[in-house]
Nanobody
Framework: QVQLVESGGGLVQAGGSLRLSCAAS????????MGWFRQAPGTEREFVAA????????TYADSLKGRFTISRDNAKNAVYLQMNSLKPEDTAVYYC????????????????WGQGTQVTVSS
């Protein structure tokens, strides 16, 4: 079992930055690939980024490459999402998710989810 708690969301002006954190419980955190997804009102949840259990492999949604960076610290049971040059269209609830071993971009392949953290980018 893995429990996930996101933090770091908030209100930021366009062009600003935020760093989201996801704290995970459980001693086997290092076995899990982690992903970030987001969901804006009236839209489906979409993939943002993922990182392998070792941290050596990262994948991103094409539209977000270069602005967002995913990282993890297995010693702290945490995964992070650094978001730069934020745009109003980045406004959404951001979720972290976990699945064993390998990364994935499909929601249904993740076994555990956090409750989400709201990110609002004003123009």
């Amino acid at each position: 079992q893995v429990q996930l708690v996101e933090s770091g969301g908030g209100l930021v002006q366009a062009g600003g930055s935020l760093r989201l954190s996801c704290a995970a419980s459980g001693r086997t955190f290092s076995r899990y690939a982690m992903g970030w997804f987001r969901q804006a009102p009236g839209t489906e949840r979409e993939f943002v980024a993922a990182i392998s259990w070792t941290g050596s492999i990262t994948t991103y949604a094409d539209s977000l490459k270069g602005r967002f960076t995913i990282s993890r610290d297995n010693a702290k049971n945490a995964v992070y999402l650094q978001m730069n040059s934020l745009k109003p269209e980045d406004t959404a609830v951001y979720y972290c998710a976990a699945r064993l071993w390998s990364t994935a971009q499909t929601m249904g392949l993740y076994d555990y989810w956090g409750q989400g953290t709201q990110v609002t980018v004003s123009s």
